[in-house]
């Protein structure tokens, strides 16, 4: 979510359990939107606010929500007793999407980053695993071809895979899997959209995982980088390894971006190609997030000089990096001993969802300003629904989301940037950013810079129009357009 307010009266640890009850998978004879319990009016008032957080149970719990926002695809079919379309001699190989989990195993590392490591890049796992691992699971919806020739029984080969951001799940996608399933379908390949782990509907693991080992005293940035990274990272190389796939085409927006980077570096061989959208921590010499963007992210127009900007090049293929689309003065405008406060809070793990699940009864109605105002451009059922799915992912307990501070420093800027650590990545890259977005797009093109010097020259920045950071949401033509450009090479926009 947009940097919503925060609480600095947070006991950390208490707010790492569950404040409500727990999410029940929704029933599997639920295949039609019909079936499922209405996702009800979105709190308006304190009193429909109260009413929400009180009433709040499994029956409108977040794997309901993702039911009902998956339905509105055409390719959906969400009882697993519910068979494959039958092939046509007009569609031989109907697209199918079903949602799915995979269980990985993940292993005890032997042995931790050295803290005493000067390098501005987080060292990889050790190779040597102990015996011991944990289960997990990571949920998602897959994408595949029925019938003779289909894409059902495909074994290893490359996968495409969308991979979302901090504070969001697979369905912030719902504009876009049916098309991105299509693409797949053109490309004969199978694609997934993922919850993270920590995320969404995969497991929660417990935070502390984040926090600095006992006994390590003065940790190094890297060492501290490193830890949160390879939860994501290794997470993901477990669930390609269960699935037995070769390589993986990344499609990661924000947080989801970044990670998509680091797992490249920690695995180049297992990835084919990147797609980037709004990616966060690349630039080198950032600009700390103002601390007007969320109000600029949640404008339903272009800024003047996020517009400027962008048409002083042609989608971004041609001309300087555009200028970013806030001004510095915005970033001094809170009080210094709130800003210190933040920061304080910020490098002790504080996660803005802890802040806003300690507000209790009030928590609804600030879900609803984001939900209201983040999706003002879609129809009104589908916001309701949109907001059951958001809040109810707001109410499961906090996991994934305490990377946040380990990753980042306050102000959204990369502790590790990722532009010095992608010299040597010699695949194809894309970067995507909105012509208001309040991601520096200067990152894209100093990363494009740096990976032609080295000799690769399969790399791009484009500015899409009439968007913000959630670029796929905001313009979702543009955004599919590009995507189909992108992952079938012969055909263009």
């Keep these: 979510m947009s940097n919503p307010v925060p609480s600095f009266s947070l006991d950390l640890p208490d707010e790492r359990h569950p404040l409500a009850l727990e999410v029940d998978p929704p029933s599997a004879s639920s295949s039609t939107s019909s079936l499922l319990p209405p996702s009800g009016s979105i709190p308006r008032s304190v009193a429909s606010s109260i009413q929400t957080w009180w009433k709040h149970s499994s029956e409108n719990g977040m794997a309901t929500a993702e039911e009902r926002l998956l339905n509105r695809l055409p390719s959906f079919i969400a009882s697993k007793s519910t068979s494959d379309p039958t092939p046509t001699h007009a569609n031989p190989n109907p697209l199918v999407s079903r949602v799915f989990d995979t269980t990985i195993q993940l292993y005890s590392e032997t042995s931790s980053p050295s803290p005493s490591s000067s390098s501005s890049t987080p060292p990889p796992s050790p190779k040597t695993k102990s015996p011991a691992s944990t289960s997990e699971n990571i949920h998602g919806v897959e994408f595949y071809t029925a019938g003779i020739d289909g894409t059902k029984a495909t074994t290893g080969g490359t996968v495409n895979v969308i991979l979302h951001g901090y504070g969001a799940a697979l369905a912030f996608f719902s504009e876009n899997l049916e098309e991105f399933g299509e693409i797949c379908s053109l490309g004969k390949r199978r694609g997934f959209a993922l919850d993270w782990l920590g995320m969404g509907l995969s497991s929660r693991p417990s935070p502390k995982v984040f926090e600095t080992p006992a006994g390590v005293k003065d940790e190094t940035v890297e060492a501290r980088v490193a830890r949160a990274e390879n939860f994501f990272v290794d997470s993901l190389e477990a669930w390609r390894v269960a699935g037995g796939?070769?390589?993986?085409?990344?499609?990661?927006?924000?947080?989801?971006?970044?990670?998509?980077?680091?797992?490249?570096?920690?695995?180049?061989?297992?990835?084919?190609?990147?797609?980037?959208?709004?990616?966060?921590?690349?630039?080198?010499?950032?600009?700390?997030?103002?601390?007007?963007?969320?109000?600029?992210?949640?404008?339903?127009?272009?800024?003047?000089?996020?517009?400027?900007?962008?048409?002083?090049?042609?989608?971004?293929?041609?001309?300087?990096?555009?200028?970013?689309?806030?001004?510095?003065?915005?970033?001094?405008?809170?009080?210094?001993?709130k800003k210190a406060v933040f920061e304080w809070a910020w490098e002790k793990g504080w996660s803005p969802f802890a802040a806003i699940r300690s507000l209790g009864p009030l928590a609804p109605r600030v879900a609803t300003v984001y939900t209201t105002n983040r999706f003002r451009a879609l129809s009104e059922d589908k916001v309701q629904d949109m907001y059951a799915y958001i809040y109810s992912m707001l109410r499961l307990k906090g996991s994934g989301e305490y990377c946040i501070s380990s990753i980042l420093a306050p102000g959204a800027v990369a502790r590790l940037p990722m532009a010095a650590r992608m010299d040597d990545i010699k695949i194809p890259v894309l970067f995507l950013f909105g012509e208001k977005d309040w991601m520096d797009p200067k990152g894209g093109y100093e990363a494009c810079e740096r990976m032609k010097l080295n000799g690769n020259e399969n790399v791009e920045t484009i500015i899409v129009e009439e968007a913000g950071h959630h670029v796929y949401l905001d313009n979702p033509t543009k955004f599919n357009a590009i995507l189909r450009r992108a992952l079938l090479k012969d055909v263009r926009d």
């Design 245 to 337: 796939f070769e390589k993986l085409v990344l499609i990661g927006h924000s947080l989801g971006g970044y990670l998509s980077i680091a797992y490249q570096l920690r695995f180049p061989s297992r990835v084919e190609q990147l797609l980037l959208i709004s990616p966060a921590g690349i630039p080198t010499h950032p600009q700390p997030a103002p601390a007007s963007a969320a109000a600029a992210e949640l404008s339903p127009t272009p800024n003047s000089a996020a517009s400027s900007a962008a048409s002083s090049i042609k989608d971004g293929r041609n001309g300087d990096a555009p200028k970013p689309a806030f001004k510095k003065a915005d970033a001094a405008a809170a009080p210094s001993y």
